[in-house]
């Protein structure tokens, strides 16, 4: 039988050696990377930016880099699986850094996976 996957693409935000993580809205203790997953027929690239556009209004000068990793979240969904991608990326902030209604928090952590 195949398993259904979707993939997600997400950035890993460095600032002074650390990862920008977003805490979602709805008790705040979820943290997740900025990015959302790919729709059909969009560049993993396109996704990045347009996900960074509505989580981090303001977030300007995005240039996505290399692969860092990509894993099975484990996480198991209605309709099939997630995968993530998690790409470097250099992007410049708006200070203070101005969040989406979808997320409550942010945290800036050493690494890009918990």
Not at 7 to 32: H, P, R
Not at 75 to 98: F, T
Request: net charge negative; glycine share 10%.
């Amino acid at each position: 039988m195949n398993k259904l996957f979707y993939v997600g693409a997400k950035a890993a935000i460095e600032k002074n050696g650390k990862i920008l993580w977003l805490n979602k809205a709805g008790g705040c203790s979820f943290l997740d990377l900025p990015g959302g997953r790919i729709q059909d027929q969009e560049h993993y690239i396109d996704t990045i930016a347009r996900e960074l556009s509505e989580e981090l209004p303001g977030i300007s000068n995005i240039q996505v880099g290399e692969l860092l990793t990509a894993f099975d979240t484990g996480w198991a969904l209605s309709d099939g699986g997630l995968i993530w991608m998690v790409y470097s990326v250099k992007a410049d902030l708006p200070e203070p850094i101005v969040l989406s209604p979808e997320h409550c928090g942010f945290e800036w952590r050493n690494e890009y996976t918990l």
